[in-house]
């Protein structure tokens, strides 16, 4: 098999990607409800052709990667820019919008290509293969609703956006997906919500919109950031933007523009991937049928965010850098010590989600080798956190839909496939080494502390502090979860009678995430067993082992942002120490909340009430979400309610007021010209005709009709005449 | 006996006949007035044509005069018939369908 990427060829099999959950989203839409097993069958096998072209061209990056990269075998042009393409550079492209007045290759006319690089061709095939396993999941879970063809159809479109965001070429195309993808997220949360026979019909409404407005906060910020970008480097392109900011700031420096402009585009990371303070939506997605949030929380929908972020990483200025640091760090720890206190076993998933998105952000604002960590979480994330769900989903299915973990225990033996796929992929969330979590987050701490190591920055400590505490907090409640769900006494002798295993849908999807939990971090495709020497995904994005290139990643772009190379060498002195403290750091803390959770929830030896007993208020405080929902609720939502109320009486009194009154003057004035009307034209016009009127009758008494009165007047004229010739 | 005589018989019977047509209430009276002034008139001409002219043309308009008469005796008396079977009556101040 022909290995080598072609542009010419693989653009159209990449075209092909979008294009077949596309048309089976439409077939499903319009037909589904007619086609045996209302057409599920269609959409997972066009999901598994999906899947197989996405890893054929995953193995295409993967095999340019490792043949050498930009050492030799290629031309100049790619060592110099890395495994990066775009189709438009081999007239692989599609016109948009054409301004007027613009000539036909103005690049402020809009076109659309594909964009395929290391980064894309990995996301592309984690999205390829979480979307079809959530597919497969999905003929198990979701038998029986009621909306089953529409639910296949609005989860395949889910995956098109997200497909199609990762292949832009442009930011104007990664925003309409971004939007297809809010879209699709509102309807699937809110699938109950179209049920009218779930009990949980109003939590899904509230969930759904809450989930709509909450991203769409953010959605806006994007917007007008690359509105900003736009305007002042006339480009959409990625590659035009990075290679144009980066040569600006090169020659001008930092503008406070940029740092504006890039705070608004991290806005709508904060937005799509729950960060602080924009993450309220992400619990209530909870909403939406399980398969849904392993979508959300894997693959699609925070996955964007994320991603958002490694696109236009080139374009955010330092301070913005930091902020982003200081927000995932803070969102990283709150969402962690929040997930300590819920019972939903969703519900710990979902903030588990919150944090380790937290983890990602904070690693891309600290650069470098930062950058290719966090984008590296959000892989290994994406599987793990995926077969969390699916195996949170086969719990709750095996349990009759019970989701509070109080009322479950000693699912181990009657759902032993299940368990297992959930401890390992618990194991791999904690951070225990040789699972692909480790590695991803144990690079994410050594980022903090090499950027740490390199400058002395607030942004980065909080982050040195708060991510290692945040991890240790992970691998309790997580484990938490595991202890409370899987071992121990029956809680509730009903649920733990009835709990079955799942369907073998279900569990074959399971195994197979949990597989790429374990693997999906390292071993035979890595250097060595730790990664030291350069993993799969730094030879991926990068094209080579030196972190000091991150220019690889965008196509041979110069970037402004990120510290010298000597700091960010691996090899060198700081990053040596840097890595052994993080090596050490994350295996400890992952032991530690480990240790602690057993040592809680099964051995038994302190009793979590007593603890919550003497944490207090300090406890409920966590336990009601730090009172965010509470704060959004006073702030946001009642002076909206407040703002709307102001509007509607203005609106009642002052417009209305206004247009009454121009309302009212204009009858007076149309009654002023009825009178006149009235008055003096129907006067006139009356007079005329009475004046004729009565001209007539005079006139009229003249012609009597007598012939003899005639002849009378006639010979009287006649004499007059006469008389008047005789006299005259 | 001069022009002058013959004037005056001739303006008397005109002015009979106009007094007539005006005074009488009957139809056939006034066609008798419309008679009175056309011989007038033929009077004034065999008159003017004895003592001024010298041919025959003032007698030639007479006897015209008299045919045209007895003409419009004629359409007058068939109007005075359907006008009397449409009305009863052969006064012209009652032929009043034309008025309000």
Redesign the interface.
Known sequence: MDLTFHPESDFKLLLAVPLIPLCGYLLQIFFGRFLPRKGDWLLTGGMFATMCITLYMFAKAMNHAYSGGGHGGHDEHEALIGFFHESRHTGFKWSWLFQTGEAPDSVRNLTIGLLYDGLGAAMLAVVGVVSFFVHLFSMGYMQGDRRYHIFFANISLFTVAMLGLVLSDNIVFLFIFWEIMGLMSYLLIGHLAQDPTSHRINHAARACKKAFLTTRVGDVCLFIGFMMFFLHYETFFFSELWAQVNADVALNGWQSWHTTAGLFLFGGTVGKSAQFPLHIWLPDAMEGPTPVSAMIHAATMVAAGVFLLGRLYPVLSPEVLGVVTVTGATTAIFAATIGMTVFDIKGVLAYSTISQLGFMVAAIGCGGVGLVAGLWHMVTHAFFKACLFLSAGSVIHGCHHEQDMRKMGGLRKKMPITFACMLICTLAISGVPLFSGFYSKDKIVMASFLSLGHEFNGPALWASIALPAAAAITAFYMFRLIFMTFFGAPRDSHVHEHAHESPWPMTVSLMGLAFLGIFGGHLWLNGDLLGAHGTWWEKLVMNEHNLADLSKMYGGVELQNTYGGAAMDPHGHVAHSAHIWALGVSSFVAALGIFAAWLIYHKKKIDPARITARLGGLYTTVANKYYIDEFVEITVIKSSVVTARFLRWFDENIIDGCVLLVGRINRTLGFIAAWFDKTFVDGLVNFLGTLSNAMGSALRLLQT????QY??FA?AGGLLAAAWLILS | MGLGAYIAVSAALFALG?VA???RRNILY?LFGIEMILNAANINFVAFNRFNGDGLDGRMFAIFVIILAAAEAAVALAIVLNVYHLFNTTK??EV?L??E
């Open positions: 009709g007598r012939i003899q002849i009378s010979v | 106009v047509i005006v005074v006034v012209p101040a009043d034309l008025r």
